[in-house]
């Protein structure tokens, strides 16, 4: 049984950077698919980026490819992500998931068993 926490959101400026994390209480992350996925006022939830169990394939969105950065530190039972060169359409609520079931593709699934309840990410022009 997984117990997310997302930390690290906030106030920034465009241009700037900022890292999401992602902890489980108890134990690595290491046997899960781990997402991240946002969700701006009046807009529908929207995956970002995903990393497959065991350290495997990183799944992008194309609107942050390049930008967004998904890792895994299991000696911290932490899933990150870092972000780069932040603008104002990155503003949302951001979301921590996990689920058993592996990547199939090159995209990220909107379903899955555990969730986060969100940190609040806020981009400044």
């Known amino acids: 049984q997984l117990q997310l926490v997302e930390s690290g959101g906030g106030l920034v400026q465009a241009g700037e950077t900022l890292r999401l994390s992602c902890i489980n209480s108890g134990y690595s992350l290491d046997a899960y698919v781990v997402a991240w996925l946002r969700q701006a006022p009046g807009k529908e939830r929207e995956w970002i980026a995903c990393i497959d169990k065991y350290d495997g394939r990183r799944n992008y969105r194309d609107s942050v490819e390049g930008r967004f950065t998904i890792s895994r530190d299991n000696a911290r039972n932490t899933v990150y992500l870092d972000m780069d060169s932040l603008i104002p359409e990155d503003t949302a609520t951001y979301y921590c998931?996990?689920?058993?079931?592996?990547?199939?593709?090159?995209?990220?699934?909107?379903?899955?068993?555990?969730w986060g309840k969100g940190a609040q990410v806020t981009v400044s022009s």
């Open positions: 998931a996990a689920r058993a079931y592996p990547l199939y593709d090159e995209t990220c699934p909107l379903q899955y068993n555990f």
